[in-house]
């Protein structure tokens, strides 16, 4: 599942000691496991070989370069969903024509950007992203009108919403009729057929992407299905749509086997379109969580254990909180949690919040952010902790530091990729200068 492992009741990522690397680089610190994130991507592929997709990588998910370089290097390409996302991209040495670009709000600057292949003004130009996975008509005007003032042709896709409920959480729920994202099928077809064969951006692609955390195929053979139809529409119009994009969303395991595999998902999808591959059409997947989440682990340390509510109650307060995790605070999100240094008798048996080993407490697992709602586990069976204990946050690998703040006023963690027995640091934890600098400059 993952390169984490406990060894004499310690826990090593591949080879190397977590508290080790906690001790040298300080915490709260994420760490991730390169060939955790190359084999989950690899598994992507292989489950969908018959369908020769691009598998672009959500950056969204895990934008460290270094980890997308990792990713690149194994053969993905990148979904990005912001200038700063494709700049992170480009720095990665990821090729343009292997970009996808999303997202419902680009802005004029970052359009220009990424037909400019990801240079910016003043950069050499390079020819236009991959694919732009556009959300509207005015889009697709702004687009087009960019494209021909620039002189490039570009192509793209339009992100449909097929009126499927997916995800583990309404945050994550993307292809409902009241989600904010893509354009509803009728409507898709005659954009589709309007700008089917335009010189500057051809719109020959249907884009899906139907929400987050989703843990079954169903939802995919639903909205698939329906595009499909849209699709054998536009044909028999003379309105070929040469590309197919359908998204990520595939769930992680955050706790022990609670999410299928890249291969479950496949079983299903794969029929669906094999045909139409063999007859030209394109693919394009774009995986975040499923491959990072369990790729990366969050390492805090802990600050005090107090107890309280007459004695019933036990917090366990740690130096990472809802800052630099959201995902519990936000979603409610299981995660499974454990000291990094255990007796024999302690180490996990799995990862679930039910865990029959002997000796075990119950606490809440909680941060120093000034929240009632800065939480990371509540009633969770632990084993006994005190000040100084370094605890792993796991599956922490995917929306973890990509969504973490300096909320309080803490400067953002160190991040670490292992490789073998090779940790190295790939992104510096922030100083208190940091944090400050960018006020600093105005003087006063
Ligand atoms: C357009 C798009 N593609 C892909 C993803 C990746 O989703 P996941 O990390 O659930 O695979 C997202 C996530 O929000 C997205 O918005």
Not at 347 to 370: H, N, Q, Y
Not at 414 to 438: I, M, N, P, Q, Y
């Amino acid at each position: 599942m993952d390169d984490f492992h406990y060894r004499d009741g310690e826990l090593y990522c591949e080879g190397v000691r977590l508290s080790e690397v906690a001790a040298e680089v300080g915490t709260p610190l994420y760490v991730y496991s390169r060939g955790t994130l190359v084999e989950h991507a690899s598994k992507v592929r292989a489950a969908f070989a018959e369908l020769n997709p691009l598998v672009c990588f959500a950056v969204k998910s895990c934008p460290n370069i270094h980890v997308l370089s990792a990713l690149a290097e194994s053969g993905c390409g990148m979904d990005v969903v912001s200038g700063g996302e494709l700049r992170r991209a480009r720095l990665a040495g990821v090729d343009p024509s292997r970009i996808v670009f999303a997202g419902v709000g680009k802005t004029d600057s970052e359009i220009r950007d990424a037909l400019r292949g990801g240079a910016r003004p003043g950069e050499e130009p390079g020819d236009p992203i991959g694919l732009f996975n556009i959300e509207s008509e005015p889009e697709y005007e702004v687009l087009a009108t960019a494209a021909r003032s620039m002189g490039v042709r570009a192509r793209a896709a339009l992100r449909v919403n097929p009126g499927v409920k997916a995800g583990g959480h309404a945050y994550v729920e993307t292809a409902t009729e009241s989600s904010k994202f893509g354009v509803d099928l009728d409507r898709a077809a005659q954009l589709l057929e309007r700008f089917s064969h335009e010189k500057h951006l051809r719109l020959s692609g249907v884009h899906l992407h139907i929400g987050s955390s989703i843990v079954t195929p169903e939802p995919y053979a639903e909205a698939i299905a329906r595009v499909l139809a849209m699709i054998d529409t536009l044909a028999a119009k003379g309105v070929t749509v040469d590309t197919l994009d359908i998204g990520g969303g595939f769930g992680a395991d955050y706790q022990t086997g609670d999410a299928p595999t890249a291969a479950e998902f496949a079983r299903v999808i794969v029929p669906m379109l094999k045909g139409r591959v063999e007859r030209g059409l394109r693919i394009v997947i774009e995986p975040g969580r499923s491959i990072s989440a369990n790729a990366g682990v969050l390492l805090t340390r802990v600050l005090y254990v107090k107890l309280s509510g007459g004695g019933a109650r036990k917090f366990v307060v740690c130096d990472a909180g809802m800052n630099t995790l959201i995902r519990p605070a936000l979603y409610d999100a299981f995660h499974f949690i454990w000291p990094t240094s255990v007796s024999p008798q302690h180490e996990p048996i799995r990862r679930s919040a039910t865990m029959d080993l002997p000796g075990l407490e119950t606490c809440d697992v909680v941060g120093p952010v000034c929240e009632s709602g800065d939480f990371f586990a509540k009633d969770r069976l632990m084993p006994m902790v005190a000040r100084g204990d370094l605890l792993a946050v796991f599956a922490a690998g995917a929306y973890g530091m990509s969504m973490a703040s300096r909320y309080n006023s803490h400067p953002l963690p160190a991040e670490v990729l292992v490789s073998g027995t090779h940790a190295k640091v790939v992104r510096r934890r922030e100083t208190l200068d940091d944090l400050v600098e960018h006020e600093l400059v105005l003087g006063g």
